[in-house]
């Protein structure tokens, strides 16, 4: 570490030194706590009845979010906290997707818990630097700059002099200012946000890796509900993490031979099948764009449409050709799904860093579309290049492209004109006034300032001000619980519809992703099979946030026999995987149910926890028109054949005889009450009351009976 570099970018106000101690099984047994206000570092033991009802990783961020807010903590707020846990599993190499972390705060756009779950390194090296967890609390007035360092065993803390506020130049900055020689960059990871996250309520959270192959700088995105904003909002420029190395057995698990033998088995999986199924290793995510655009799934004008002629210009093939192919994209060690995928050496066209040439890490699929046909671009160099600058500015992009395509829809609905946006004209399919209302944002100018607020309270903002029918603005406003809708179509599919309105959190597809189960293959025909499935796949997919694994590996790669499983839309034997891995780490004896209760006891927790704030029941569920149908007469002709064939199939009517308006009508209350009945049916089987509250006897079953928990529900019983 050059000492005189770093003196001159920042200034250590605090040093904290601890005693390093080897993982046990899995667990550090203990957590970090800085308040960034009062320059506090504490040590907190890790209990027993914590890693039994909360596991690790988003279990233990709720529960010590919980313990340092109260009921009405807001999210700029000193009490609140961003929290950042790892879980057991997180930082073994030896199977694929094992290097997660997931990041918990009270969310500026929604007012509730948002949890978001990211790869890069920072994560398992705050592990092997000897933590299970890091609470932030506080607020500085200056920016500072907190080191973990493994190497000297010392936390400390520094107020900056002269750093980039960009993710892009500050990881690379920071990485440089603390490896000790060239090689060492690859044991430096980096936590930012960006100059974005300052000026708007949708910032995230950018988590570096060091790329060995390509000698450069990685970042991968903590994305949801504003983390970035409250990080900044904190006075924290960034986190930097510094590990010694990673070798065999960092996590000292029980049986590491029982988790190499089921990595070989996945290994050869993704060598023999993916480039048959996924072809994640040569496209990533972004293999589902024309696949969502053949089942009218991709999100097109505001989620209008499912699909568009012009979608053959943002085909996976597109993207394959700009990817670098043959290089290890995995965000961890030991991940051979390689699915975070690379531009390389693109030259910027637009914006402050114009001329340069960068990295852009993806486009995913979902990025593929909020930076493309949600907003009627189909341009891969808009999509590429608002991707880079999104993540450099620290901006959610699934966020800012359903923003994106509800101020389109207001504009071309005359909500909005060029004299409410400050001259830019924001009809579908304008690249350049998009991309210019983007750098607005983290500029914090312009009509920038108002699109950063995020989609609920532009409505709010527009229906005070009597700009347009509130009804419209409800109807096509993409959010539910204040978070902006992830990348799907789900009209056609109301598992999908539950899948996204009853989350947690709000509307987002890594909690229960249904669609094709649902519309595709009507596996889950009634409202007790979809119940059903809204139990399980949300239940099994917060696993995945407890324990620090991506969802990835579980089926987007699947073995052969799988089709012939009795249940292969859980994808049994990777679920194995899971259970033989987890207890050959912690040396534990669970069953695949046991999986299920574990998520159960969180899942809950974080109801309630919503509950405690004020939301968390069943009018909060409830999800915008166009989710569900089509809003505007626009959207029933595209698919009139099909929604007339519904009218007299599924309600006995007879379409011919009825004027459009009336077709619509009908449409709309027949969906709107099935979704009711969904709710019902859902609740039951999560063991909730009407009201969508936890019944006390189902937390007794679980073991979550605890007294807190008991006080928040008992009085709506």
Not at 280 to 298: E, Q, V
Not at 333 to 341: D, E, F, P, Q, V
């Amino acid at each position: 570490m050059d000492l005189t570099v770093l003196k001159d970018s920042l200034r250590l106000i605090k040093e904290y030194r601890y005693s390093w101690a080897p993982i046990e099984k899995g667990y550090n047994n203990r957590t970090a706590y800085v308040n960034v206000g009062t320059h506090t570092i504490l040590e907190k033991p890790v209990t027993p009845q914590m890693k039994e009802k909360f596991i690790g990783g988003k279990g233990f961020g709720l529960r010590l979010l919980w313990d340092a807010t109260t009921p009405t903590t807001r999210w700029n707020d000193p009490d609140n906290e961003i929290v950042i846990g790892m879980g057991p599993i997180c930082g073994i190499t030896q199977y694929s997707g094992t290097g997660k972390s997931l990041v918990v705060t009270i969310s500026p756009q929604t007012d509730i818990v948002i949890d978001s779950n990211v790869g890069g390194y920072f994560g398992p090296f705050l592990k092997f630097c000897g933590f299970d967890a890091l609470e932030l609390q506080g607020k500085s007035e200056k920016d500072l700059v907190i080191l973990f360092d493994e190497t000297r065993e010392v936390i400390e803390i520094y107020e900056t002099i002269d750093l980039p506020g960009d993710s892009h130049l500050l990881a690379e900055k920071l990485t440089e200012l603390f490896a000790e020689d060239e090689s060492g960059r690859k044991n430096v990871s980096v936590v930012s946000a960006g100059t974005a996250a300052e000026h708007s309520l949708i910032g995230m959270l950018n988590f570096s890796f060091f790329d060995s192959k390509r000698k450069v700088v990685r970042l991968k995105q903590a994305g949801r509900g504003g983390i970035g904003t409250v990080f900044r909002d904190k006075g924290i420029l960034a986190l930097v993490a510094k590990a010694k190395g990673v070798k065999g057995n960092l996590n000292n698990v029980v049986d590491l031979d029982a988790i190499m033998e089921r990595g070989r088995r996945f290994n050869r999986e993704m060598r023999e099948l993916d480039d048959k199924q996924c072809e994640m290793r040569s496209k990533g995510t972004a293999h589902l764009t024309n696949i969502m655009n053949d089942y009218d799934l991709l999100p097109t004008n505001n989620f209008k449409f499912g699909s568009h002629p012009d979608a053959i210009k943002i085909h996976s093939e597109v993207y394959k050709e700009r990817f670098t192919q043959g290089v290890p994209d995995g965000c961890w060690i030991g991940c051979n799904m390689s699915c975070a995928k690379g531009v390389d050496n693109y030259e910027l066209r637009s914006g402050p860093y114009k001329g340069s040439k960068v990295i852009v890490d993806g486009p995913e699929y979902e990025t593929a579309s909020s930076l493309g046909s949600i907003a009627g671009i189909f341009n891969p160099d808009f999509t590429i290049e608002g991707n880079f600058y999104c993540d450099t500015y620290g901006i959610c992009t699934i966020s800012w492209g359903t923003i994106l395509g509800f101020v389109m829809e207001c504009y071309e609905a005359g909500v909005l004109n060029v004299e409410r946006t400050g001259g830019l004209k924001l009809n579908f399919g304008n690249a350049d006034d998009a991309m210019e209302l983007l750098h607005q944002v983290a500029r914090g100018e312009g009509f920038g300032k108002i699109a950063g607020l995020g989609v609920r309270k532009m409505k709010e903002m527009f229906i005070a001000n009597g700009w347009g029918d509130p009804q419209f603005l409800q109807d096509i406003g993409m959010e539910n619980k204040g978070l902006e809708y992830s990348q799907y179509i789900s009209k056609e599919s109301l598992a999908q519809q539950g899948g996204y309105a009853m989350t947690n959190k709000g509307p987002q597809h890594d909690e229960a992703w249904l669609i094709f189960m649902d519309m595709v293959n009507n596996q889950i025909p009634t409202f007790e099979n979809k119940a059903e499935a809204l139990h399980y796949f949300p239940m099994f997919r917060t696993w995945f946030g407890l324990q620090g694994l991506c969802k990835l590996p579980w089926n987007d790669v699947e073995p052969e026999s799988n089709a012939l499983s009795g249940e292969p839309a859980k994808v049994p034997e990777h679920v194995d995987n899971y259970v033989t891995i987890y207890n050959a780490v912690t040396g534990n004896n669970i069953d695949k149910h046991e999986i299920i209760r574990q998520s159960e006891r969180v899942y809950n927790f974080q109801r309630i926890f919503n509950i405690r704030r004020g939301y968390g029941l069943r009018k909060h569920d409830a999800q915008p028109y166009r989710a569900a149908g089509p809003v505007t007469a626009e959207e029933y002709l595209s698919r009139q054949e099909r929604y007339d064939k519904q009218l007299s199939e599924l309600q006995g009517l007879d379409p011919s005889k009825m004027t459009l308006e009336e077709k619509m009508a009908a449409t709309r209350k027949y969906r709107e009450d099935r979704y009711e009945k969904l709710l019902d049916a859902v609740y039951f089987r999560r063991g909730w009351n009407s009201n969508g509250v936890p019944k006390i006897e189902h937390l007794k079953n679980l073991g979550m009976d605890l007294p807190e928990l008991i006080e928040v529900v008992a009085p709506l019983q």
